[in-house]
Each structure stands twice: as structure tokens, then as C-alpha cells.
């Protein structure tokens, strides 16, 4: 064909692990509302910086560190991060792959997470851990797009690759991850109940 595809930007999505999720989930939630209720340095921080929700990105973010539940779910994301890293064929040259941030984030209804990306990390991600019907999914934006600058917008039928966004919806139990440049957002909790997720980053040395 005279027209090619390059430089594709690659996402990661899947289960993961084959059975237990249930249970693992249901003991994760509940250590989540135990840390909640425990940090207060956390829901300061959240209040002023992810109104309505909780995180604690700026007070523990290094939960694999101190929490054996953490520890053993970070076991888990290794094993896909290692499959994600040889499907970007990254040369790692023997170098070790750590993660080196891992924190919990709680989404109320009217909780929103606005557009970021993740700096100091090369691969991000994030683990469901709860996901009430309806809840939002995790919304990447095209790389290129601040610089389309006088292309026409896309036909409503565009192919899925050729748009200017891509949501991956939010499903627990499923690990979805990305380069760590990969701008992204989560729109408005329009539903009443909470959602649960556990995002990380990881860098090699």
C-alpha cells in the first residue's frame, strides 16, 4: 500500500490473573477505606488538589514498599509489565524493572482526574479494583494533537486508531498500561458509588 502506518503508540490491557479476583478485590477495597480513614496527610492534600476524592499520590505513594497486600499485588503487575516492555522492544540491557510508585485513588460521585502524564517513570499503569455500571474509563488523548494545527477535524466514522481520543473502560480486576508520556484523564464520576483503583509507575536502572 503507498500509505504506511509509523510510530504507533501501544496500550496495555488485561486480566490480572485467571481466577480470584473477587476475593483479592474485596480485601484490596477494604485496605483502600482503611488507608483513607488512617491518612490524614492524604485527604488534606485532596481537598485541595482532587476535590470530592482521595488519593495518596502526595502522602503514600509507595505502598509495595510498607503493605504486604501491596507487595504481592505488585508481584502480579511485574509479570505484565515485563510482557508490555518486550512488546514496545525496549532494550533493557539486563537492567532491572522496579516499580517505584504505587498509591490508591478514590472517585466519589462528581470526582474527577484531569489530564496528566507521568514524569520520572517510563511505563505507568493502573489496576480496577472497583467499578460500579457506568462508572469512567481511563481516556488517553493522541500524542500529535497539539500538533495538528490546521487539519480539519475527523469524519464521525473514522477508524478507532485515527481519532483524537481512545477510552479504555474501567473493569475490575484488569490492569491497563501505557508509556508514561501518554497524556490521559478521568472524566466525572456520573454514578453513585465509588471507584476504586491502585495506579503505579515503573522505572529501570
Not at 499520590?57 to 509489565?81: G, N, P, Q, W
Request: proline content about 6%.
Amino acid at each position: 500500500m503507498p500509505v504506511r502506518a509509523w510510530f504507533p503508540t501501544y496500550i496495555y490491557c488485561d486480566k490480572l490473573q485467571k481466577t480470584g479476583l473477587a476475593r483479592l478485590n474485596d480485601e484490596l477495597a477494604d485496605e483502600c477505606a482503611r488507608l483513607r480513614d488512617f491518612d490524614a496527610a492524604g485527604r488534606r492534600w485532596s481537598a485541595k488538589n482532587y476535590p470530592g476524592g482521595y488519593t495518596s499520590y502526595a502522602s503514600m505513594c509507595e505502598l509495595h514498599r510498607f503493605s504486604s497486600s501491596f507487595t504481592e499485588l505488585e508481584r502480579k503487575i511485574r509479570r505484565h509489565v515485563m510482557t508490555y516492555a518486550k512488546a514496545l522492544e525496549f532494550d533493557l540491557k539486563g537492567r532491572e524493572v522496579f516499580m517505584t510508585d504505587c498509591w490508591v485513588n478514590i472517585m466519589p460521585p462528581t470526582a474527577v482526574h484531569g489530564l496528566h502524564l507521568h514524569p520520572l517513570a517510563f511505563i505507568s499503569g493502573t489496576y480496577y479494583v472497583r467499578t460500579p455500571k457506568d462508572c469512567p474509563g481511563l481516556k488517553f488523548e493522541d500524542p500529535r494533537l497539539d500538533r495538528f494545527m490546521a487539519a480539519p477535524p475527523r469524519r464521525l466514522e473514522a477508524r478507532a486508531e485515527q481519532k483524537a481520543h481512545v477510552t479504555y473502560p474501567a473493569e475490575a480486576g484488569n490492569v491497563v498500561l501505557f508509556e508514561s508520556w501518554l497524556r490521559h484523564e478521568v472524566p466525572q464520576n456520573r454514578v453513585e458509588a465509588e471507584r476504586i483503583s491502585i495506579s503505579f509507575n515503573y522505572n529501570w536502572r
